[in-house]
């Protein structure tokens, strides 16, 4: 009889949960479609009243990534409100019909990697406890929901502790205002102990804490780094400087993942030393025969290879040599693991071309910790040669590479593309006015959301000076505009600071498209167009090739 109930409250949950999502669906089409007919900024005491609804609501009934969004649309509409501000209603109109997006069953793969940022999971929520003017609080809200972060602000600690062991709110960010407790040095070290517990009291990967503060001293720096801060940030402050450490801090994450090719016709020492690397967050690939090596290197493309010295077939050093014959291997790690122990030996063996010697047996931790120090350092030299020292994104040349390579892969899957190009409106008034550091911030800003937008499969590429290029594999015209639009409109969002004066910036952007245009050459002539287009036609605009 008891499951009997049980399945009785699950059907009428799954009714409920029907209701729920064709109601709001209808709902934010008709106040789309009112936003468009009427272009009344009356409407946005309405919009802003339903996306609250959604934010609380969504999460219930199993839309978590509804409240996430409508939250953050919240922040930005009401920042829109306040300033009476009509323009923007058809974009706000595209953002609400895009929120139905979120609830849909069985989304697919490549829907899920599209609203994701970099790293296993999308961007979460930032807890705010603050003690100063709401103004500001909004302000960095705004920012962050741009960059797809919810902000909840917290009134005491008892609260932001619950926020925080809360496996809902999905916490990747704490901000805490330490004159929240006045300026007494006991109660904020005693703040931050209890905030250092608590954070790392729930198991799993422990959220972020950042530290606000009007007074910058040593011993408070210290307080806060034994705590466990990542960030530490002091009044008055520009938002975009945590998004920036956000960000940061999001690639340090990824980087420290990576894959690993293991070469040994030991199978079973090579699967145990897989499953030790796969549980310190690397993803493994195995080659039992050393002449089929390479192959196993252009299908996996591993970030390091880790192989036996002494193989039937081929040796260690002799399969160093054949993969250093290869531009494309040149830079990648190759490291021996053998029992060997002749240092004499070893030496010779590394001059092959080796960039590592391990000896076997090898403690799980030391091989993890071995193997993580030489993927991160191949990244730091690969981000060297080939990223921009600004945005971090590809360079000029290195974008242009990438575009053959996706294009020749989209060619061969039978999948379409697209090509992307954006560049700011109007920079050289911002560089003019007020001076390159500042452009220079808005550059950073730009490539943050575009790597936060963007998959793990799409590359970005600073193609020179303020233009930018995103290359989106197995996405048509239409996706590729939504997001360009997504990306252009939080873009006009974000609000920066120089000399006490704030400014907004915008950007413009062409797309074409494959197979439409099946030449690498072309398809940039076109995509380079349809952005010139855009510009004539008035800027902050997307425009797509004829």
């Known amino acids: 009889m008891n499951a009997d109930r049980v399945a009785a409250a699950r059907a009428q949950l799954d009714v409920l949960r029907r209701?729920?999502?064709?109601?709001?669906?209808?709902?934010?089409?008709?106040?789309?479609?009112?936003?468009?007919?009427?272009?009344?900024?009356?409407?946005?005491?309405?919009?802003?009243?339903?996306?609250?609804?959604?934010?609380?609501?969504?999460?219930?009934?199993?839309?978590?990534?509804?409240?996430?969004?409508s939250r953050g649309l919240e922040l930005m509409v009401r920042e829109q409100r306040g300033r009476r501000d009509d323009s923007g209603l058809a974009s706000l109109a595209m953002r609400l019909r895009s929120l139905t997006?979120?609830?849909?069953?069985?989304?697919?793969?490549?829907?899920?990697?599209?609203?994701?940022?970099?790293?296993?999971?999308?961007?979460?929520?930032?807890?705010?406890?603050?003690?100063?003017?709401?103004?500001?609080?909004?302000r960095l809200a705004s920012t962050l929901s741009q960059f797809g972060h919810a902000v909840v602000r917290c009134s005491d600690q008892s609260q932001l502790e619950a926020e925080i062991a809360d496996p809902e709110v999905g916490v990747e960010g704490v901000l805490v205002d330490l004159d929240v407790q006045g300026a007494a040095p006991a109660a904020r070290k005693s703040l931050l102990e209890h905030l250092g517990e608590a954070r790392t009291r729930g198991g799993g990967r422990p959220p972020r804490l950042f530290v606000l503060s009007s007074e910058d001293t040593l011993p408070l720096r210290l307080q806060a780094a034994r705590a466990g801060a990542s960030g530490f940030f002091v009044r008055p402050f520009d938002p975009m400087q945590v998004v920036d450490r956000l960000e940061r801090l999001r690639d340090e994450q990824i980087a420290q993942s990576g894959k690993v090719l293991l070469v040994d016709d030991d199978h079973l020492l090579a699967r145990h030393h897989a499953a030790v690397l796969e549980a310190g967050g690397f993803e493994v690939d195995i080659c039992t025969d050393p002449l089929k090596a390479l192959d196993a290197m252009d299908r996996f493309q591993p970030d390091l290879v880790l192989m036996d010295l002494y193989m039937p077939g081929c040796s260690g050093p002799e399969l160093a040599r054949v993969i250093r014959m290869h531009d494309a291997w040149l830079a990648t790690p190759l490291v021996f693991l053998s029992a060997e122990t002749d240092l004499d030996l070893q030496l010779t063996a590394a001059s092959e071309g080796a960039d590592d010697f391990l000896t076997k047996p090898i403690a799980d931790g030391h091989l993890v910790a071995a193997v993580r120090a030489r993927v991160e350092r191949a990244r730091q030299v690969a981000q060297l040669i080939h990223s921009d020292s600004l945005t971090g994104l590809l360079k000029h040349g290195r974008i242009k590479e990438e575009l053959l390579a996706e294009l020749s892969r989209a060619q061969r899957q039978g999948q379409p593309l697209s090509l992307v190009m954006l560049d700011i409106d109007h920079f050289k008034r911002v560089n003019d006015r007020f001076g390159h550091p500042v452009g220079d911030q808005v550059l950073r800003a730009l490539g943050n959301l575009l790597r936060q937008?963007?998959?793990?499969?799409?590359?970005?590429?600073?193609?020179?000076?303020?233009?930018?290029?995103?290359?989106?594999?197995?996405?048509?015209?239409?996706?590729?505009?939504?997001?360009?639009?997504?990306?252009?409109?939080?873009?006009?969002?974000?609000?920066?600071?120089?000399?006490?004066?704030?400014?907004?910036?915008?950007?413009?952007?062409?797309?074409?498209?494959?197979?439409?245009?099946?030449?690498?050459?072309?398809?940039?002539?076109?995509?380079?167009?349809?952005?010139?287009?855009?510009?004539?036609?008035?800027?902050?605009?997307?425009?797509?090739?004829?």
């Open 19 to 69: 209701d729920y999502r064709e109601r709001t669906r209808a709902v934010l089409e008709a106040l789309a479609s009112r936003l468009v007919e009427l272009n009344d900024v009356s409407l946005l005491d309405e919009v802003e009243s339903q996306l609250h609804k959604l934010a609380g609501s969504g999460g219930s009934f199993g839309f978590a990534e509804l409240s996430r969004e």
């Open 101 to 138: 997006r979120l609830l849909q069953d069985g989304t697919s793969r490549s829907q899920r990697e599209r609203t994701e940022a970099p790293g296993e999971k999308g961007p979460g929520a930032v807890l705010v406890w603050s003690a100063h003017d709401e103004l500001a609080d909004t």
């Open 453 to 546: 937008r963007a998959r793990k499969s799409d590359r970005i590429g600073r193609y020179g000076g303020e233009e930018f290029m995103l290359i989106l594999p197995d996405c048509a015209t239409d996706s590729a505009r939504l997001l360009v639009e997504d990306i252009r409109e939080r873009f006009g969002a974000l609000h920066f600071n120089a000399a006490g004066e704030e400014f907004s910036v915008t950007l413009s952007a062409g797309i074409a498209s494959y197979p439409a245009t099946s030449d690498s050459g072309e398809l940039l002539n076109r995509a380079d167009q349809a952005l010139y287009a855009a510009k004539q036609n008035g800027r902050n605009r997307v425009e797509l090739a004829d």
